[in-house]
């Protein structure tokens, strides 16, 4: 679905790319986003493949209207089970990532719409309380490594944005190993 909605924003874009470069007033752009929604396709307690969705908080740098460095924090928690057993389980991750522009659609002097190529590199770490008939008890893993590569579709409206940014994350604490992951963003840039 959400790969669907990238390529609905990438071709009436299209029909803009014959405009003048773009002009940057600064080197250095602030890029602050509200709290976010993260989609991720995870393995459920019954081994089926479900989206879950999750909250990010993020903040970006980009530099020389070419690259871009950002931080991310992801939390997750979800719950199953019934009156006499339950289990939940909170997920916490912390990425930074770095990318580089590698096609960019000019539409005015401040409004454009750009493609970056992503790396991300981080940690993450799970909490687990169980309650079994009024008893409980709480497990919490090691920090696990986590890694990916995506892509991120950003488009600039002056001082607004609005960003999808899609990848394949990897860590030992994923069910499975391997899981993809979609964030979309609402933020605002300001010039350093």
């Known amino acids: 679905m959400m ?4 390529f609905l924003i990438l071709i009436p874009a299209l029909g803009f790319s014959k405009t003048a470069p773009v002009f940057t007033h600064s080197d250095y752009q602030l890029n602050l986003y509200l709290p976010t929604l993260q989609f991720r396709y995870e393995d459920s307690a019954n081994q089926s493949r479900l989206l879950k969705t999750g909250y990010s908080l993020n903040f970006a740098l980009e530099i020389q209207n070419q690259f871009i460095t950002a931080l991310e924090y992801n939390i997750q928690n979800e719950k199953t ?3 006499s057993l339950s289990i939940t389980r909170d ?3 912390l990425n930074l990532s770095a990318g580089y522009k590698v096609f960019r659609i000019n539409m005015t002097e401040k409004n454009q719409l750009s493609f970056f190529g992503v790396g991300y590199l981080g940690q993450n770490k799970n909490k687990i309380k169980t309650e079994l008939l009024g008893t409980s008890s709480v497990d919490e893993s090691a920090p696990e490594i986590s890694y990916g590569l995506g892509a991120l579709a950003q488009l600039k409206l002056n001082i607004f944005l609005i960003e999808i940014d899609t990848r394949m994350m990897s860590s030992r604490s994923y069910e499975p190993q391997t899981v993809s992951v979609t964030d979309l963003r609402v933020g605002f840039l ?3």
């Open 3 to 6: 790969r669907i909605l990238f």
């Open 81 to 83: 089970g019934n009156s």
């Open 91 to 93: 997920f916490s991750e």
């Open 190 to 192: 300001f010039e350093l």
